[in-house]
């Protein structure tokens, strides 16, 4: 099983919204940064929002400020992604990830990722 399991994908029309959850599996996010990420069809794998855990500073793609938000709940150990006003480029699958830096979301210092959740806007 992967480390991270992430839920909430779907389809939605242009203007609509997505939550996303990702819990950890038999681990908790303490010390750890939390990022969300997303890989278009035929595209690189691109930085979405990040999370410390401990401090619960947040980062965000250009694309997508505004308009998503990054948040957490210690108790459940989960990280939400809100997504408003999705857009038809907003299509990917989504992936979590632990480990790496909220301020320089670099995909490869992330050591645990889940299997990734698909998103998908029509217009």
């Known amino acids: 099983q992967a480390p991270l399991v992430e839920s909430g994908g779907g389809l939605v029309q242009a203007g609509g919204s997505l939550r996303l959850s990702c819990a950890a599996s038999g681990r908790t996010f303490s010390d750890y940064a939390v990022g969300w990420f997303r890989q278009a069809a035929a595209k690189e794998r691109e930085f979405v929002a990040a999370?410390?855990?401990?401090?619960?500073?947040?980062n965000y793609a250009d694309s997508v400020k505004g308009r998503f938000t990054i948040s957490r709940d210690n108790a459940r150990n989960t990280v939400y992604l809100q997504m408003s006003s999705l857009k038809p480029e907003d299509t990917a699958v989504y992936y979590c990830?632990?480990?790496?830096?909220?301020?320089?979301?670099?995909?490869?210092?992330?050591?645990?990722w889940g299997q990734g959740t698909q998103v998908t806007v029509s217009s």
């Open positions: 999370i410390s855990w401990s401090s619960g500073r947040t």
């Open positions: 990830a632990a480990g790496g830096s909220w301020r320089y979301p670099k995909p490869t210092t992330y050591n645990y």
